[in-house]
């Protein structure tokens, strides 16, 4: 039992590149989002999704696209990568979609664009 | 709008000394408050949340709505206490947490 998988673990792009990190899960777990974390500024939701079929915005979509075909997985995908895209990438679950309950983190993507 | 405020950067202890990890949160309906912690080459994961009334690992948490706070506290520091420490808002339904910052908490001999 995995838990949360994230691909891949570090990954160097050139300005207008576009690639995608994979979010997998093995819980079954209702809520999948995804955050950034950047030095100074904490965590920050990007997209989130509710359920298979069901995403939204968080607070900082803008250059992400994200989908929700499965309930296991929730790709992120970077359409034209710029140098502000520099962070580290946090996939998050958790098992009900509403209510208090805890996040499930995966290991971390570390982005760079050059 | 919902905001967490963790004041400071770094907090430095010596070991056996007490800890108070700061939070300030601004929700003008009824928040949910977390304590996430990441230690090095660690998955962020919870600590402790607001309902719970839980002490873990020696760290707990009151929620004080009339001063908005939800500040962390453990009364003697660990070396192993080392890390970074978020305080999260769920508004809400609690889906979409807020992070604070951070407080990188270090605990030297």
């Known amino acids: 039992n995995a838990g949360v998988t994230q691909t891949p673990k570090f990954q160097v792009l050139k300005t207008g590149q576009s690639m995608t990190l994979q979010c997998a899960q093995d819980?079954?777990?209702?809520?999948m989002s995804w955050y950034r974390q950047d030095p100074g500024m904490g965590l920050r939701l990007i997209h989130y999704?509710?359920?298979?079929?069901?995403?939204d915005q968080g607070e900082v979509p803008n250059g992400y696209n994200v989908s929700r075909s499965t309930t296991e997985d929730f790709p992120l995908r970077l359409l034209s990568a710029a140098p502000s895209q520099t962070s580290v990438y946090f996939c998050?679950?958790?098992?009900?979609?509403?209510?208090?309950?805890?996040?499930?983190f995966g290991e971390g993507s570390r982005l760079t664009v050059l | 709008a919902q905001r967490v405020t963790q004041p400071e950067k770094l907090l430095s202890v010596f070991k056996g000394a007490p800890v108070e990890l700061k939070c300030n949160y601004s929700?003008?309906?009824?928040?949910?408050l977390f304590w996430y912690v990441q230690y090095s080459r660690q998955r962020l994961q919870l600590l402790l949340r607001h309902i719970s009334r839980e002490s873990i690992k020696g760290f707990t948490a009151d929620l004080n709505k009339g001063e908005t706070s939800f500040h962390l506290k453990k009364p003697f520091a660990q070396e192993e206490d080392s890390a970074m420490y978020y305080c999260a808002l769920g508004a809400g339904t609690a889906s979409k947490l807020t992070f604070g910052t951070g407080t990188r908490l270090q605990v030297t001999l």
């Open positions: 819980m079954n777990h209702e809520y």
């Open positions: 998050a679950i958790k098992g009900v979609a509403g209510g208090a309950g805890e996040l499930f």
């Open positions: 929700y003008s309906g009824s928040p949910e």
């Open positions: 999704s509710v359920g298979a079929g069901i995403t």
